[in-house]
C-alpha cells in the first residue's frame, strides 16, 4: 500500500551551494499525490513543485526541479533518498528558499527525523515501474544504465585522482532497509583544488569542513576523517537513489553508473520514459512490497553520526 509520513517534522540549516538560512518540513499527503515540494515564501499554485524527472533543470552539482511558473528547489536529492529509503511514497515538503539545507551533507538527519514521526500505510494500492530492457546513456567516459532486476540494485564506479578517494565500487540491493544501514549518513564530497572555482561560479557558498567531506591529494581535511572508507561512492549510491526516485514510483531495476552525476541520471529516466517498450507499471502485492526500497527499516538501525 501507498505511505506518508504519520506527522510533519522539521528541519533547519542551510543551502550548501547558495548559502542561504532555511526551513524544511514534511507533512503527511493524501494518496496519489506523491512527494511534492511547497515554497511557502512563494504565492498560489505556481508554489507548488511536483518532485518529477521532467522537471528537473540540469545543472552543476546539484539535482534542481522547476516548475512551469519558474519557481524551482535546488539540492533535493538528499531528501528525496531519505524520502524513497524509508519507503514514503506521498508527502509535502515546505521550504521558505530556494535550496534544501544540507545539515551534515548526508541523509541522516532526514532519516532520523522521517523515522521519529513514522511511516503511516494508506487505504491506496501502490505501483512500481518494473525495467523490462536494458536502457544506457553516455556523456564522455561517464555512463549509468538500468537493467532488469527483480529488485532495486545500485551499483556505481568512481575514479578520482587524489589517493583519499581514489577507485571505488560497490553494489547494494536496496531493500531490507540497507539504505538506512549502509548509505544515509554518507557525506557530499568534493576536492580542495575545486572549491575556489566553485565558489567563483556562485556555488559551494554554503559549504564547510563539517557539511562536506574535503579532500587533498592523500589528506581528509574535514574534521573526524571518513565515516567509511569508501564513503565517496557510497554518496554517489545515496545521490542516484534520490534522483531515481524523481521517476514518481518504486522502481525494480538495476541501476549502474560509471563516473556518472545527477545530470546524468536524469538523463537516464528520460531515456526510459522515451522508451514505453523498456519499462512497465505493475501493481505491488507483497512479494513486490518486501523487495521495495523501505522494506524492512528500523530505527535502530540508524547509523550513530557525530
Same mark, same amino acid.
Given at each position: 500500500?501507498?505511505?506518508?509520513?504519520?506527522?510533519?517534522?522539521?528541519?533547519?540549516?542551510?543551502?550548501?551551494?547558495? &548559502?542561504?538560512?532555511?526551513?524544511?518540513?514534511?507533512?503527511?499527503?493524501?494518496?496519489?499525490? &506523491?512527494?511534492?515540494?511547497?515554497?511557502?515564501?512563494?504565492?498560489?499554485?505556481?508554489?507548488?513543485?511536483?518532485?518529477?524527472?521532467?522537471?528537473?533543470?540540469?545543472?552543476?552539482?546539484?539535482?534542481?526541479?522547476?516548475? $512551469?511558473?519558474?519557481?524551482? =528547489?535546488? #539540492? *533535493?536529492?538528499?531528501?528525496?533518498?531519505?524520502?524513497?529509503?524509508?519507503?514514503?511514497?506521498?508527502?509535502?515538503?515546505?521550504?521558505?528558499?530556494?535550496?534544501?539545507?544540507?545539515?551534515?551533507?548526508?541523509?541522516?538527519?532526514?532519516?532520523?527525523?522521517?523515522?521519529?514521526?513514522?511511516?503511516?500505510?494508506?487505504?491506496?494500492?501502490?505501483?512500481?515501474?518494473? *525495467?523490462?530492457? /536494458?536502457?544506457?546513456?553516455?556523456?564522455?567516459? $561517464?555512463?549509468?544504465?538500468? =537493467?532488469?532486476?527483480?529488485?532495486?540494485?545500485?551499483?556505481?564506479?568512481?575514479?578520482?585522482?587524489? $589517493?583519499?578517494?581514489?577507485?571505488?565500487?560497490?553494489?547494494?540491493?536496496?531493500?531490507?532497509?540497507?539504505?538506512?544501514?549502509?548509505?544515509?549518513?554518507? +557525506? #557530499?564530497?568534493?576536492?580542495?583544488?575545486?572549491?575556489?572555482?566553485?565558489?567563483?561560479?556562485?556555488?559551494?557558498?554554503?559549504? /564547510?569542513?563539517?557539511?562536506?567531506?574535503?579532500?587533498?591529494?592523500?589528506?581528509?581535511?574535514?574534521?573526524?576523517?571518513?565515516?567509511?572508507?569508501?564513503?565517496?561512492?557510497?554518496?554517489?549510491?545515496?545521490?542516484?537513489?534520490?534522483?531515481?526516485?524523481?521517476?514518481?514510483?518504486?522502481?525494480?531495476?538495476?541501476?549502474?553508473?560509471? +563516473?556518472?552525476?545527477?545530470?546524468?541520471?536524469?538523463?537516464?529516466?528520460?531515456?526510459?520514459?522515451? #522508451?514505453?517498450?523498456?519499462?512497465?507499471?505493475?501493481?505491488?502485492?507483497?512479494?513486490?512490497?518486501?523487495?521495495?526500497?523501505?522494506?524492512?527499516?528500523?530505527?535502530?538501525?540508524?547509523?550513530? *553520526?557525530?
Amino acid at each position: 500500500m501507498q505511505t506518508t509520513i504519520t506527522s510533519q517534522v522539521e528541519f533547519h540549516g542551510v543551502g550548501l551551494h547558495s &548559502g542561504v538560512a532555511a526551513c524544511l518540513r514534511i507533512l503527511p499527503a493524501l494518496p496519489g499525490r &506523491g512527494i511534492v515540494f511547497r515554497r511557502t515564501d512563494m504565492d498560489g499554485a505556481g508554489a507548488e513543485i511536483p518532485a518529477r524527472w521532467d522537471l528537473v533543470k540540469q545543472s552543476p552539482l546539484c539535482t534542481r526541479i522547476e516548475n $512551469a511558473q519558474g519557481v524551482a =528547489v535546488s #539540492t *533535493v536529492e538528499h531528501v528525496m533518498a531519505a524520502l524513497v529509503g524509508c519507503g514514503i511514497h506521498n508527502a509535502t515538503i515546505e521550504i521558505d528558499g530556494p535550496e534544501v539545507p544540507i545539515l551534515d551533507g548526508s541523509s541522516a538527519a532526514f532519516v532520523r527525523g522521517i523515522l521519529s514521526k513514522g511511516v503511516r500505510k494508506m487505504a491506496a494500492p501502490l505501483k512500481a515501474l518494473r *525495467v523490462r530492457d /536494458t536502457v544506457e546513456v553516455q556523456k564522455g567516459e $561517464a555512463w549509468a544504465r538500468l =537493467v532488469p532486476h527483480d529488485t532495486l540494485l545500485i551499483e556505481f564506479n568512481i575514479e578520482f585522482e587524489d $589517493a583519499a578517494i581514489g577507485t571505488q565500487k560497490k553494489l547494494l540491493n536496496m531493500s531490507n532497509g540497507s539504505f538506512v544501514r549502509e548509505l544515509s549518513n554518507s +557525506r #557530499t564530497f568534493c576536492r580542495k583544488a575545486d572549491v575556489e572555482q566553485m565558489r567563483a561560479n556562485g556555488l559551494a557558498l554554503g559549504g /564547510t569542513y563539517e557539511n562536506a567531506v574535503v579532500v587533498d591529494g592523500a589528506q581528509v581535511l574535514s574534521p573526524g576523517g571518513l565515516r567509511y572508507r569508501d564513503e565517496a561512492v557510497r554518496h554517489k549510491m545515496l545521490d542516484a537513489l534520490g534522483d531515481l526516485g524523481l521517476a514518481g514510483m518504486p522502481i525494480l531495476g538495476h541501476y549502474q553508473g560509471f +563516473r556518472a552525476g545527477h545530470a546524468l541520471t536524469n538523463d537516464l529516466l528520460r531515456a526510459l520514459f522515451a #522508451t514505453p517498450e523498456a519499462y512497465e507499471i505493475v501493481d505491488c502485492d507483497e512479494d513486490i512490497a518486501a523487495r521495495l526500497p523501505g522494506a524492512g527499516v528500523h530505527w535502530g538501525e540508524i547509523p550513530e *553520526v557525530a
